[in-house]
């Protein structure tokens, strides 16, 4: 069964980075970039052939999100960041309403590794008035918890409950898939998950997760400060030359209003 798509963003095999920083029905040309930054200078386009379980479906190609001492968002200097937000999702439109089932892949690049003793939100859905996170996939060293294996990948559910939903290794040299089936009705979410070219399998049960306040999906990196007081985003340590990278792929999102949900690629 093919679900009907609410939002697509692979990346054709044709686009470069610059694309990114005119209008384009992928991804928005405005959103999240250090000041003075363009997406030329904050993305790589990798090739095809590494592409991730749902990339490969339609020859798209993974895209790896940069930050840099100079990834500084909105005066936030106590954070460095990139993110894309796609094109469609303004806040308030369709995907986060009904039933949807959100998919990504993330990989590392060894060349262009995290530093772990930082904590950092790789993707997640924050609501429309900013005043939370309904969910975020988060690695390193989590502000606040003593995390056993900063080398973690953890979804946690809304933020102000802090919720844990799934934990798992961060292996070197793989994609690892997620989707989130996120109920927005009965505010509800459910964890799929595979690694390489595995099929997508549920993780977790259905689980109840406040997903009100709709809102935007970002897809990036994220560094919280280590040592802040207060508003991080205003203080905090960051160290002097980062040059850090997390590559996405297959990122989309279908209509799972009557439970269809993709689980293989179709050249599985």
């Not at 991730?52 to 020859?59: A, E, G, K, N, P």
């Not at 200097?77 to 806040?91: C, K, M, T, Y």
């Not at 502000?143 to 844990?164: H, I, K, R, S, Y």
């Not at 970002?218 to 280590?226: A, S």
């Amino acid at each position: 069964m093919n679900c009907t798509l609410q939002f697509d963003g692979r990346v054709p095999s044709d686009l470069v980075a610059a694309d990114f920083d005119s209008p384009n029905k992928f991804f928005s040309e405005k959103f999240v970039l250090g000041q003075g930054l363009k997406f030329d200078q904050a993305l790589r386009v990798l090739p095809v052939a590494g592409g991730s379980l749902f990339d490969i479906d339609v020859d798209a190609q993974p895209v790896e999100v940069l930050i840099s001492d100079n990834s500084i968002f909105n005066g936030q200097v106590g954070f460095r960041r990139a993110e894309l937000i796609p094109a469609s999702n303004d806040g308030t439109d369709p995907s986060t309403q009904g039933v949807k089932t959100l998919h990504f892949s993330v990989k590392k690049d060894a060349e262009r590794p995290l530093n772990l003793s930082h904590e950092y939100q790789l993707v997640f859905l924050e609501s429309n008035d900013f005043s939370t996170n309904q969910f975020v996939l988060k690695t390193g060293t989590i502000l606040g918890q003593n995390t056993a294996d900063p080398d973690t990948l953890q979804v946690f559910g809304n933020v102000n409950q802090g919720q844990l939903l799934f934990s798992t290794p961060f292996v070197d040299g793989v994609f690892h898939n997620f989707a989130l089936k996120l109920d927005f009705d009965q505010s509800t979410t459910q964890v799929f998950f595979s690694a390489g070219e595995d099929p997508l399998k549920a993780v977790t049960g259905v689980l109840e997760n406040d997903l009100s306040g709709q809102g935007q999906f970002h897809f990036g990196v994220l560094k919280k400060p280590v040592g802040g007081q207060g508003d991080i985003t205003k203080n905090g340590f960051q160290e002097a030359g980062i040059n850090e990278g997390i590559i996405l792929g297959g990122i989309f999102e279908e209509d799972s209003a009557v439970g269809c949900i993709t689980l293989a690629g179709k050249k599985a």
